[in-house]
């Protein structure tokens, strides 16, 4: 498994107004993913983020709402900008470790942003 | 597309009953099957997986077969403890791609002494 970090744990923000969110890994690995989840609900995928590319992202989502970056194997950033309440919703990141001989599908996850915006 | 299909909740349980969560899924190719759980106040963890038809994932006390004839994958767990009281998400990894995770809506389950 990995070791995953985000920061901060949970913010509160005015309308209009960015944040940025981290997410940093104890090793290396390829895949990063951003999710959602909106206050009682499932998980839903953002967009996931390599290294060295561009990140690609679902459905409803787009890149000058949700600028993500990858500087590197361990490292990830999130940021949800110009926020309105409907952005209020905890964020996790997630990755799926490099591993060899094994199926290498196996996600696992940061322990989430909280963030409210007013 | 794919997608994965969970009974609904709140579950209510007493201690030491038996718990079933259902869930199934709709997938091309062969997907690996996942049980999450979320406890309050906090991100997932993986509680166990299966990769492939007929396997048994398990751990801490919790059991799931993937069932291709039925394309299910219900969680069981013979004796709930107050400490399990949390939400449940079944998913699943697509097939190629970037095998990314497709997510249940999610079951809470409540366990009252």
């Known amino acids: 498994s990995a070791v995953i970090s985000q920061k901060p744990s949970r913010d509160i923000c005015q309308r209009g107004t960015s944040l940025t969110i981290q997410c940093q890994v104890d090793?290396?690995?390829?895949?990063m993913f951003w999710y959602r989840q909106q206050p009682g609900q499932s998980l839903t995928l953002i967009a996931t983020?390599?290294?060295?590319?561009?990140?690609?992202?679902e459905s409803g989502f787009v890149i000058d709402k949700f600028p993500i970056s990858r500087p590197n194997l361990t490292f990830s950033t999130l940021t949800v900008s110009n926020m309105s309440p409907e952005d209020s919703s905890i964020y996790l990141c997630s990755v799926r470790p490099s591993t060899r001989g094994l199926r290498a599908d196996t996600q696992y996850f940061g322990p989430g942003t909280r963030l409210t915006v007013l | 597309g794919d997608s994965v299909t969970q009974m609904e909740g709140p579950v209510t349980l007493s201690e030491e009953a038996f718990l079933t969560i259902n869930c199934t899924y709709t997938?091309?190719?062969?997907?690996?099957l996942f049980w999450y759980v979320q406890y309050p106040g906090e991100g997932l963890q993986l509680l166990l997986k299966a990769t492939k038809a007929d396997d048994k994932g398990s751990n801490k006390g919790f059991e799931a077969t993937y069932r291709k004839e039925t394309t299910s994958f219900h969680l069981e767990k013979g004796s709930v403890q107050v400490s399990d009281s949390a939400v449940y998400f079944c998913a699943l990894s697509e097939t190629g791609g970037y095998n990314k995770l497709i997510f249940g809506a999610g079951t809470r389950l409540a366990v009252h002494p």
């Open positions: 997938a091309t190719g062969y997907p690996s």
């Open positions: 090793s290396q690995v390829t895949m």
């Open positions: 983020a390599n290294q060295g590319s561009e990140a690609t992202y």
